[in-house]
């Protein structure tokens, strides 16, 4: 499994399904590819209706036909523009094309509906993307329920969790692997990822990506 991260919080999941969360590209200095470039999509996860989340996923979905799977608010608007939806809630669960999607808890706000956190389950991984959120006890419950292979969490601090927040969710979480993103796209997040790594220490190894670099998930 290849995941590439595309800047910001925006991520390419490559497996058996072409999966992208929270595409946010047109208008994201950290981006490194276009909606235009992107021709293959299977599935599309947004996990809150910020600019920086929902980016380009409509268009993403109407381009490749791909299902867009988010808060039902959202899901609502995306079939109002005819493209297929899968529309849940914090604590649901969806299977679309044999790929499991779980809503989880997010401290965040958003435009429409409530902001969430994803975990999903693919080619005998399991995948946690934070979405924006602060830290939470209810990240415990996301390590024991589901043991994320690989975790990708936000350390920009202002909007999110800040490093030393982010630290302690690597912790509660209990994730093999954690990928930092939501850092360095603006000014008011900026934050230094080897800091990060080295706060976590031994309790995970740290990736970090530059946009548009890949790493495969064994």
């Known amino acids: 499994m290849e995941i590439t991260w595309l800047g910001h919080s925006a991520v390419k999941i490559s497996g058996s399904k072409m999966i992208y969360i929270d595409p946010f590209l047109t208008g994201n200095p950290a981006a490194s590819t276009t909606p235009d470039k992107i021709d ?10 910020h600019g920086d989340h929902r980016g380009d996923s409509f268009q993403i979905c109407m381009k490749t036909g791909a299902t867009i799977v988010a808060m039902h608010e959202i899901a609502v608007e995306a079939q109002e523009d005819g493209i297929t939806a899968e529309g849940m809630n914090i604590g649901g ?3 679309v094309d044999g790929v499991k999607i779980h809503m989880v808890q997010a401290t965040h706000s958003a435009e429409k509906g409530d902001p969430a956190g994803v975990v999903i389950e693919m080619d005998g991984k399991t995948i946690y993307h934070a979405g924006d959120t602060g830290l939470t006890y209810d990240m ?43 850092y360095n796209t603006f000014p008011l997040v900026e934050a230094d990822p080897e800091e990060f790594k080295n706060l976590v220490g031994d309790k995970a190894e740290v990736i970090i990506l530059k946009s548009g670099e890949s790493y495969t998930l064994e």
């Open 40 to 49: 293959c999509a299977d599935i599309v996860v947004v996990t809150h209706d």
């Open 93 to 95: 669960t969806v299977t």
């Open 140 to 182: 415990k419950l996301v390590g024991e329920f589901f043991h994320p292979d690989l975790s990708f969490l936000p350390i920009g601090d202002r909007y999110t969790m800040g490093i030393p927040s982010a630290a302690k969710a690597v912790e509660f979480i209990q994730t093999k692997k954690v990928i930092p993103v939501h």
